[in-house]
């Protein structure tokens, strides 16, 4: 069964990035080669070097396929609680990136599952938010021993939600100054944990950002 570094590897060969040379490869090559998914070949000043088959083609499209199905049940989830925030008079992005400035200089991509603002005009009732989604607890854990993408949140919103299936977080497991949204049944959320909430100032690349992937609003009849 193939590992993630060995997809890794053939995304590699597919760009067709590969300019190793001889002495140069490892066991994953030698995986991916006894499995025909790449082959040696040898180019002119560089040695023995490795490029992806039709069939290492296929396998990595059959891999994409597997990864979005995976993904389905966090990507659903996601959807039903930006509906919900919709529900509420909200406006939401799911899965857009935004840029924040770390205190080392530089820049940190930052990419929310729910991000959404109250649709209002006043700068300072607009109550940017993120939801970040889990559907286990495993990519629960995982997330909380990353305060660093918790910082970057805090960088463009108000206030930190986690939102779950009821029975994969207890409220007081989430961080201190994050909050805690459960759904009961499809599309029926309870907020078990209140954020705390802190002022930010969204800066002119997030505005225009969102104004260049515009989000979603339930319209009013």
């Known amino acids: 069964m193939l590992a993630r570094q060995h997809y890794k590897r053939l995304r590699f060969y597919w760009q067709g990035r590969a300019n190793g040379g001889a002495g140069m490869t490892d066991g994953i090559d030698l995986d991916l080669a006894a499995l025909g998914l790449v082959e040696r070949f040898e180019r002119l000043g560089s040695g023995v070097c490795f490029r992806i088959t039709r069939a290492g083609e296929q396998e990595l499209a059959a891999e994409k396929a597997r990864e979005v199905e995976r993904r389905r049940p966090h990507h659903t989830l996601a959807g039903r609680v930006a509906q919900w925030l919709r529900d509420q008079g909200r406006v939401t ?71 779950a299936p009821a029975g994969v977080i207890e409220a007081a497991e989430v961080p201190t100054a994050c909050g805690l949204v459960i759904e009961l049944e499809p599309g029926e959320f309870e907020v078990m944990k209140r954020p705390k909430k802190q002022p930010v100032a969204l800066t002119t690349h997030h505005f225009m950002n969102l104004i260049l992937k515009p989000g979603t609003l339930t319209a009013a009849w």
């Open 93 to 163: 992005w799911e899965n857009i990136e935004l840029l924040v400035d770390l205190e080392t200089g530089g820049r940190q991509a930052i990419r929310p599952d729910v991000f959404s603002m109250a649709a209002t005009y006043d700068e300072k009732r607009i109550n940017p938010c993120v939801h970040e989604v889990k559907v286990s607890r495993a990519d629960f854990l995982a997330d909380v021993a990353r305060p660093q993408k918790r910082a970057g949140y805090a960088k463009v919103a108000e206030v930190v939600y986690y939102a």
